[in-house]
Every structure is written in structure tokens, then in C-alpha cells.
């Protein structure tokens, strides 16, 4: 894939609409959500600014008319460093791949993880398997995961959402990818857990564009295993180009049809969200709903 850099300033588009306000875009807190509006994107942070700045004035997203309440915002989004994420775009145009180290703060970490710990004592995870729909099917050779997907109704997904959508936004300003959505998992390896080389996206399939990985996992000490492996290209069949510790706040892209990556066998349990960016696939005018 050839990336071509530039810089394109982005805005929020808001519109009157009776005595609320619409954000032409899709719902910050329910991502998942298919379009009934204009094709265009905010952030949970703009969400947050503007029931500041209006007060008990409601805001409302045009995508699926999902009303936004301040308690529904407790942890507001944080801002990504610009220089940082900046620096991270670019090692991904220049590499395919890019790693940030303590990209997002402890604070979010220790939300996220105590969201999961909850989620693995209520039984809410599953054995994560491999494929679509009719194609899915639990292949423990080549995997040993559970995973759930983030739920935006839940404060610290929101807020994690949130910080994906800045790095959506920019990617888009820098590399013109037409990145339009994104949707995550949570991912728990238990001790022995792993995921053997393979790739997110197959050649051409244009579902998954750019992978993301953030890692949560305050704990995590030399010998414990679990770290991340990066190979440049699919034909490339030698030692690994990038080897990522799975330390908290850390944060990984990756283009996703062209960066073959494993999980080494972990010794202990590791807690990562896995995130994939998408474009809008359909020819026909409409949004494609998501894989």
C-alpha cells in the first residue's frame, strides 16, 4: 500500500434542530450504531464539550438519535499528545507498523482493567474464534483467547472509544485513508495464551484497513512472555522485524492487510484491547454494515 502524507484540518459539523442540537455524526457512545445521517464523525470529547458549554440542552446524534447525558460522560476523554500521535502516524506510513509506548495514561488503564476483571468473575467473555458468521469456528491451534467486544454504554470503553476516535481523526488528516469506523475487542490470554502469525485482513477483502492494539497491563515483567511479534511483509519468513512488550498504556498500529503478526505463549494473564479501523466498502451509495 502507498501512503501519501499531507496535512487537511478537520471540523465538527453541528446543525439547530428544534430545541436540540444534532451532531452530523455518528454516536460517540454507540459506535456500532448503523448511519440515518450525513456521513461525518465527532468525538466523545466533543460530545462532553458541548452539554458543557449548553448546559441542561441535550445533545443528540443525527446517526441514530441516541440522546447524550452528562452522567453518561463521568471520565471525560482525555487528549492523545498531538506530537506523539503525530510521530506514530508517520512510523506507520514509513513502516506499516508503529509503536507508542505509555501513549495513554495509568488513570484509564486501571478503569479498563477493573471493567475487565468484572467481565471475566460474571462469565461475560467467550473463547474468541476465527472468522465470520458462518465461518466461524473455534480454532485452538492457532489461538488461546477470550474476548469480548467494548461496550460503549460502560465509561471506560467509552472513554477508550473516545481516544480512538482522535487517532481515526488523525490518521485520516495525515494519510487520506477514509477511516470511518472502528470497533474493539477485549482480549484475555490466560496463562499459556497465545495467537500463532497470521494476518487481520485478508489481500483486498478492505474490511480491516488499520489494526490497533492497546495493552493494560500494569503488572507485566520481563520473562512473563506474551509480547508481541512483527514481521514487514507476508513473505517474510525470518525473525520477527519488531518485538513489542505488552506494558500498560502502550499502543501498536498496524496496517492490516499487510502485517503479519503472533502472540508469544504469555505466562501470566495479559489483557489487551484489539481494535480495527474500517472504510466503507459499498459501491451503492449506502453505508456497508460492519463485519
Not at 474468541?128 to 488461546?144: D, F, K, P, Y
Amino acid at each position: 500500500m502507498v501512503i501519501a502524507v499531507a496535512a487537511a484540518p478537520a471540523s465538527d459539523v453541528r446543525r439547530p434542530h428544534g430545541d436540540k442540537t444534532h451532531l452530523i455524526a455518528p454516536c460517540p457512545l454507540t459506535p456500532s450504531r448503523k448511519y440515518t445521517g450525513a456521513l461525518a464523525r465527532t468525538s466523545l470529547d466533543t460530545a462532553r464539550d458541548f452539554i458543557e458549554a449548553d448546559g441542561a440542552r441535550a445533545a443528540i446524534c443525527r446517526r441514530c438519535e441516541h440522546d447524550v447525558e452528562p452522567g453518561m460522560l463521568e471520565h471525560p476523554t482525555a487528549r492523545l499528545d498531538s506530537a506523539r500521535l503525530d510521530g506514530l502516524i508517520e512510523a506507520l506510513a514509513r513502516d506499516g507498523f508503529a509503536v507508542a509506548p505509555a501513549l495513554f495514561d495509568y488513570g484509564l488503564v486501571d478503569r479498563l482493567q477493573a471493567a475487565a476483571e468484572l467481565r471475566e468473575s460474571s462469565g461475560a467473555l467467550a473463547r474468541a474464534a476465527i472468522g465470520r458468521e458462518a465461518g466461524r469456528n473455534l480454532e485452538t491451534r492457532v489461538r488461546n483467547v477470550e474476548a469480548c467486544w467494548l461496550d460503549s454504554s460502560d465509561a471506560a470503553d467509552a472513554e477508550f472509544l473516545g481516544l480512538a476516535e482522535q487517532v481515526r481523526v488523525a490518521i485520516n488528516r495525515r494519510l487520506f485513508l477514509g477511516l470511518f469506523e472502528f470497533e474493539a475487542q477485549l482480549l484475555v490470554y490466560p496463562p499459556g495464551g497465545y495467537y500463532k502469525r497470521h494476518l487481520d485482513s485478508f489481500a483486498g477483502a478492505r474490511n480491516r484497513i488499520v489494526s490497533l492494539v492497546a495493552y493494560l497491563n500494569r503488572e507485566w515483567q520481563e520473562g512473563d512472555g506474551g509480547e508481541l511479534d512483527l514481521w514487514r511483509t507476508p513473505s517474510d519468513e525470518g525473525a520477527p522485524a519488531a518485538k513489542v512488550a505488552p506494558r500498560a498504556g502502550t499502543i501498536v498500529l498496524m496496517l492490516s492487510e499487510e502485517i503479519p503478526h503472533a502472540v508469544r505463549p504469555s505466562l501470566t494473564v495479559r489483557r489487551v484491547i484489539a481494535g480495527w479501523f474500517r472504510v466503507n466498502a459499498s459501491d451503492s451509495g449506502r453505508v456497508d454494515p460492519a463485519r
